[in-house]
């Protein structure tokens, strides 16, 4: 049985800085692109950030500079250093694996993040 477990999220002032970490189990993490998406509020879900296994990365445009993935191979971990943040990255966040054949999508149950001050 697959399972993402996310945890970090929480409440920060603009310009602060939250670490999202996920944990992946029930999978061979190596196979897997794996990544974070966002949906605020009324708003579509987009892409935050990916990282294949090779550690070629893909950011969306309104985070680019201020968010780094990472992933850890040993831990099957994927972590978001989200730094500067601000009122407009309020969001659930959900973690994302991806098989590399495409055939295979997990995700995680969310975390929230606020951005308030």
């Known amino acids: 049985q697959v399972q993402l477990v996310e945890s970090g999220g929480g409440v920060v002032q603009p310009g602060g800085s939250l670490r999202l970490s996920c944990e992946a189990s029930?999978?061979?993490?190596?196979?897997?692109?794996v990544g974070w998406y966002r949906r605020a509020a009324g708003k579509e879900r987009e892409l935050v950030a990916r990282v294949t296994d090779g550690g070629g990365t893909n950011y969306g445009d309104s985070v680019k500079g201020r968010f780094t993935i990472s992933r850890d191979h040993i831990k099957k971990t994927v972590y978001l250093q989200m730094n500067s943040l601000k009122v407009e990255d309020t969001a659930v966040y959900y973690c994302?694996?991806?098989?590399?054949?495409?055939?295979?999508?997990?995700w995680g149950q969310g975390t929230q993040v606020t951005v308030s001050s």
């Open positions: 029930g999978l061979i993490f190596s196979f897997y692109v």
């Open positions: 994302n694996a991806m098989h590399i054949s495409g055939r295979e999508e997990y």
